[in-house]
């Protein structure tokens, strides 16, 4: 989820301890803004303490043996290379590609890195719309890589929610509902999978999070699948 849009008033804290995660990945995240309860891992080599005026990609867990992976991107903050577990885990924000092919440099550099890290997870902001070379991207990774959309294979197996503002968890169903992860009403979010590493229990889709944030969150609960570990 992005947590550029933070209030003041704790919610997200309240949000993260009710929903208990073991590891969660936050883009554009301030610095000053995770409570210290947490175990932090940013992106790229930044070093305590950082500028709280700059927005990092994060992974974070109550749990310490969360650790940096040895896929650097140097000062670049919009990627995070995690391990936890002994499985590799990414934390991802792609930027959007210009007219003026600004970012297009730096947009290769971070794919490059994310197929090396071999991730057996990849969640994230892909800003993957129609037709843009995100949206390329991002199937390059589902046909070549052999990794799987979490999303349509909770839908495929009817176990895909959205959970509304009341707190109520919907069953998703892709011809009834669109469901959308950014408050533009577009899916630009993704959790992708290596085939075969999980066994999907529920994914949902968290409108709540709008509250604080202009991303709704995505959770994914699975159990590692045994012949993996």
């Known amino acids: 989820m992005n947590m550029f849009n933070f209030v003041i008033d704790d919610s997200f804290n309240d949000y993260f301890n009710f ?55 140097n000062d670049d903050y919009t990627c995070v290379f995690v391990e936890y577990e002994k499985y590799k885990f990414a934390g991802v924000h792609l930027p959007l590609i210009d007219k003026k092919r600004e970012n297009e440099r730096k947009r290769e550099k971070i794919l490059s890195k994310i197929k090396k890290s071999d991730s057996k997870i990849i969640c994230g902001d892909f800003n993957a719309c129609s037709n843009n070379e995100n949206q390329e991207y991002l199937e390059e990774l589902l046909n070549d890589n052999y990794y799987i959309d979490l999303w349509q294979e909770g839908i495929n197996q009817e176990k895909a929610y959205y959970i509304n503002f009341f707190g109520k968890k919907i069953k998703a169903d892709s011809k009834k509902n669109k469901i959308r992860t950014f408050v533009g009403n577009r899916h630009i979010d993704y959790i992708l999978a290596k085939k075969n590493f999980l066994n999907l229990k529920e994914i949902r889709i968290d409108f709540r999070t709008l509250a604080f944030t202009d991303h709704c969150g995505i959770i994914l609960d699975f159990d590692i699948n045994p012949k993996d570990k």
């Open 19 to 73: 929903i208990l995660p073991d590891i969660a990945f936050i883009q554009e995240c301030r610095y000053n803004r995770i409570n210290k309860q947490y175990h932090a891992e940013w992106a790229g080599n930044y070093k305590e303490p950082i500028d709280s005026r700059i927005h990092l990609s994060v992974a974070i867990s109550k749990d310490e043996n969360i650790s940096k992976s040895n896929i650097d991107l």
